[in-house]
């Protein structure tokens, strides 16, 4: 299997809530993915069980050619899945180049020097490097985001996660933060997105799949998905946040 990531036949459920059900989805080495669908989907539950902060009920994740359904988050992180959360979760009294010399350390095994300048060239990589001395929790919500992005990349991934990143943000904001995935992207990273700006999206991936139901609703070329009046229907009827852009609104 020459697959970056792969997930057979997962089903997960919370009591009676399904947030997986007989999902099977793979990524490629270097693509990048969208996912869209409703709030509840199981969206962010399908990170917590890439990343192994969730286990399956059934089924397995692989990730490149390894079955890593019983390994550890943190082991996962070692192995090259790096994730974001939805709400950011930097440590607040650290600086913000201490909070990822943490993730040079802990998630990729670096050490004195090699850290120092790894953690250098993530913080130029995000944007960030003006900020370094500065604690995270003095930054506002986009550069929040980039640390939180900034964090996940410091654990040197193949994978790169992330979750709702542009949430909140202004437009120009966004765009921002698209130019900074685009250039992860380009540097070979494999990166899955999970994002209600899906203009943003658009502009980022290859291939977009909508989640409803635990399942994969569609899968495909992103105008093409997000045109397809099953994905329509779903988000005609989501919250305030839903954006389609105008070729998949007309
Ligand atoms: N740890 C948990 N325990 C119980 N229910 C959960 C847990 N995590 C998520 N859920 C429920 O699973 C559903 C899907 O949640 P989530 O994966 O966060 O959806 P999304 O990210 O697509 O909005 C929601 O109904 C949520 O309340
Ligand atoms: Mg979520």
């Not at 250098?120 to 919500?141: F, I, K």
Request: charged share 20%; hydrophobic share 40%; aromatic share 4%.
């Amino acid at each position: 299997m020459n697959q970056l990531l792969h997930l057979e036949d997962v089903t997960k459920s919370f009591g009676r809530v399904t947030v997986a059900k007989d999902l099977t989805l793979s990524v490629s080495p270097g693509e990048a993915l969208g996912i869209v669908g409703p709030n509840g989907a199981g969206k962010s539950s399908l990170f917590a069980m890439i990343s192994g902060d969730l286990r399956p009920d059934s089924g397995a994740v692989w990730f490149e050619g390894r079955d890593v359904t019983d390994v550890p988050p943190h082991a996962r992180t070692r192995a090259g899945i790096g994730r974001t959360y939805q709400v950011p979760r930097p440590f607040e009294h650290l600086t913000v180049f201490e909070n990822v010399l943490v993730c040079g350390y802990q998630g990729a095994a670096l050490k004195g020097k090699e850290a120092w300048q790894h953690t250098m060239g993530v913080l130029e990589r995000t944007g960030l490097a003006d900020l370094a001395n500065t604690p995270a929790g003095r930054l506002g919500l986009l550069q929040r985001k980039r640390l939180e992005v900034a964090r996940a990349v410091g654990t040197n991934p193949r994978l790169l996660l992330l979750d709702e990143v542009a949430g909140g943000l202004t437009e120009p904001e966004v765009l921002e933060l698209v130019t900074m995935v685009k250039q992860l992207h380009a540097e070979g990273l494999g990166i899955v997105w999970i994002e209600h700006v899906v203009h943003a999206l658009v502009k980022t991936v290859g291939r977009m799949v909508c989640l409803a139901g635990g399942d994969v609703v569609a899968n495909g070329d992103p105008t093409q998905v997000l045109a397809d009046p099953k994905v329509r229907e779903l988000y005609l009827g989501g919250g305030p946040e839903t954006d389609l852009p105008e070729e998949a609104a007309s």
